[in-house]
């Protein structure tokens, strides 16, 4: 009795296992394809005559709060 409950255990957290691997593997699938997708974007923007790096600066301080980029700005 007590091997039936270790083995349906066993079981169950290598079910559960296997679903969180499969659910990281398409999570990273998708951050691949949100990646190039980004990198597209960038290419476009290039070949519009825009220039890319300073595109780059904007979307990274923009991620930043207010008062980081305030004192980064500061600094510069």
Do not use: C, N, P, W
């Not at 659910?23 to 476009?44: G, N, P, W």
């Amino acid at each position: 009795m007590a091997d039936e409950i270790t083995e349906t255990s066993q079981t169950v957290a290598a079910g559960q296992l296997r679903a969180i691997i499969e659910r990281i593997e398409r999570l990273e699938e998708e951050k691949k394809t949100i990646s190039d997708d980004i990198k597209d974007v960038y290419a476009e923007a290039k070949g519009t005559g825009f220039d890319t790096k300073a595109i780059r600066t904007i979307v990274r301080l923009r991620k930043k709060d207010q008062a980081e980029r305030q004192e980064e700005e500061s600094i510069l």
